[in-house]
């Protein structure tokens, strides 16, 4: 018998709970450690943030999931692994604090014999003074569906003052130098856009894509070139062609220094700061590891050895801190294994990255602004199916079995960035990429030109919608789930 722990119920951890409890025989447990007692569909929550859908339509209770699939559910948050045991017992254990109403706050050790750490990111409002949706911020958020929902009232507050006559600055993007999920913001921005224009107001906005991208099209992986008809154009052309066409401004480089009421304080490449005057703004924060302190069996603190100082846990990659122009493609992970114990993984935005995937730029005073890896969506699921398919051969075959490999190197994804929400009514910018990370050893533009592409239309926006519905149907565990990829 084994025990396996996965710790997040996210798009990560979910996907692997439920592929493990599919392969492995009923003597095996899996155990789900999540603080959240829903589920929530990420993507969607754009839709959400402009009142386009209500925010139970992205959210659904795990547990009736969970005890309908036989898998153990804690309703908690995980705040601390002992690789080794402890004095009682030497397999592995988490220490967890409940957050589930009549156990909030109550201390449990549980043990396993394998575990995964997918518990996605660290929402880091307060590294930026001013930001976010908190008692002391000034901006509105879509990273939850309580956000969302809160964004959607400042924009539906927005709208009416523009009906009413009175102009008003909306500024969409990134709330750091350092964030990661470009794409949620460019998204965001032309959900805005398109909300503007059904309701009749949009020459009175001035509309603003404020981002920590060097250039348009970046979107944290660097760029892509796309091969149309045998001529080869940049996701940056091809990026700024929407902008223009729906007249949304861009102020690139940035890092903002703080947000004070009406006013976000900025600074860019060239050194320069600036002061721009706002209404409504949805700015996404910077993204860091969930507290996770690591012990070994006599109680020595290891938390240095097992993540990296911004709290992602360290995996199969080369650390070593080699300049951006000396990096390659095999840098990066594959097994999403520990570099220590080789019963632990880490994926999806879990897992520590070796070095950006954008080129790194630094202003002239010094500041890194430069966009962080993003590994969410389709990569975060392949991961969370690795994973637990390793896990599964190891409990069925022999723990000497090889581990399965997916490295963002070699895997695609895709994005579809749709404004609008109905069958109609609506476009997309959709994009594919193969691989994530540029392999310029491979391919001279770094991806491959006949799988890396981009369109515009009202069918990416139908694949979106479906996107929902389809992923919604995966994550309940319904009849055929299994069959929908990752």
């Keep these: 018998m084994a025990d396996v722990v996965v710790l997040g119920g996210g798009v990560s951890g979910h996907t692997a709970a439920l592929h493990l409890r599919r392969k492995l025989d009923s003597e095996h447990t899996v155990t789900v450690v999540t603080p959240n007692a829903d589920w929530n569909w990420i993507p969607s929550n754009i839709w959400v943030g402009v009142g386009k859908m209500p925010a139970k339509k992205v959210l659904f209770p795990l547990a009736p999931v969970y005890k309908k699939q036989r898998i153990n559910f804690h309703q908690a948050r995980a705040v601390a692994i002992r690789p080794e045991g402890d004095d009682v017992d030497t397999r592995g254990a988490v220490d967890i604090v409940h957050t589930s109403t009549g156990r909030s706050g109550e201390s449990e050790r549980i043990r396993y014999d394998y575990l995964i750490n997918a518990t996605g990111p660290q929402l880091k409002f307060s590294m930026t003074p001013g930001l976010g949706p908190d008692d002391d911020g000034h901006t509105v958020s879509v990273c939850t569906a309580s956000h969302a929902t809160e964004a959607a009232a400042s924009l539906k507050s927005t709208i009416t003052k523009l009906k009413a006559g009175q102009p008003q600055t909306l500024v969409v993007g990134m709330g750091h130098g350092m964030c990661t999920c470009e794409g949620a913001a460019f998204e965001y921005v032309f959900n805005v856009d398109h909300e503007l224009r059904e309701a009749g107001v949009r ?263 479906m996107l929902h519905y389809l992923f919604i149907h995966k994550a309940k565990a319904r009849l055929g789930w299994q069959f929908i990829p990752e």
């Design 203 to 465: 020459e009175r906005a001035r509309l603003i894509y404020l981002t920590n991208e060097s250039g348009l099209g970046d979107f944290g992986v660097g760029g892509m070139t796309f091969s149309e008809r045998g001529f080869e154009t940049s996701s940056e052309l091809w990026t700024a062609s929407i902008f223009r066409e729906r007249g949304v401004e861009a102020i690139l480089g940035a890092h903002v220094e703080r947000v004070e009421p009406g006013v976000i304080h900025y600074e860019t490449l060239d050194g320069e700061r600036h002061a721009l005057p706002f209404d409504f703004g949805m700015l996404l924060p910077p993204f860091g590891g969930v507290a996770l302190s690591a012990y070994d069996r006599s109680g020595a603190d290891i938390t240095s050895e097992m993540f990296a100082p911004n709290g992602f846990m360290k995996v199969d990659a080369d650390y070593s801190g080699k300049p951006y122009d000396q990096w390659r493609a095999s840098d990066w992970p594959s097994t999403y294994i520990t570099p220590a114990f080789d019963n632990i993984w880490a994926v999806g935005i879990a897992f520590a990255p070796p070095h950006a995937i954008s080129k790194p730029h630094v202003s002239a005073n010094g500041t890194n602004i430069t966009p962080s890896p993003p590994r969410t969506g389709m990569p975060s699921g392949v991961m969370g199916k690795t994973a637990a398919m390793t896990i599964v051969d190891r409990i069925t075959l022999g723990c000497d079995t090889a581990p399965r490999e997916a490295s963002m190197a070699t895997m695609g994804a895709a994005c579809v960035a749709s404004a609008g929400a109905g069958l109609t009514r609506g476009s997309a910018a959709a994009m594919v990429m193969m691989p994530v990370v540029p392999d310029h050893e491979r391919y001279p533009t770094g991806r491959s030109l006949k799988d890396t592409r981009g369109e515009i239309g009202l069918s990416g926006h139908w694949v979106k919608l």
